[in-house]
């Protein structure tokens, strides 16, 4: 047999479930780095009234963003989807709920 063929009977299960921080923060790095960057494109397009509320109502999504992502990547990484579901839904609760950080970034845009 060809050498391509090689462990592809073996159980991969043990070496799915390990855990790794260094490509968590890899994930939440990319993470923050495209709301951002997506934050700033719709800040510019849009001509944000209010530039120093609309950077701090970014800041404190940040946190947010880094601890999903690292969240998420760790039930990823881990297949356990009990508590990827409980992350989505945690999430879902937060954005519905929400505090005023919505109402704050809305209101930093000029009105036409």
Request: charged share 15%.
């Amino acid at each position: 047999m060809s050498d391509a063929f090689e462990g592809l009977g073996r159980d991969r299960t043990a070496e799915a479930r390990t855990f790794s921080w260094g490509r968590a923060a890899v994930h939440a790095g990319v993470a923050a780095w495209l709301s951002f960057l997506v934050a700033m494109m719709i800040g510019v397009a849009l001509r944000v009234a209010n530039p120093q509320l609309f950077g701090q109502a970014i800041g404190r999504a940040m946190p947010f963003v880094i601890g999903a992502t690292l969240g998420i990547s760790y039930a990823v990484q881990t297949r356990s989807w009990r508590v990827l579901a409980a992350i989505v839904l945690a999430i879902g609760v937060i954005i519905a709920l929400g505090d005023d950080s919505l109402a704050n970034l809305a209101s930093t845009f000029r009105r036409r």
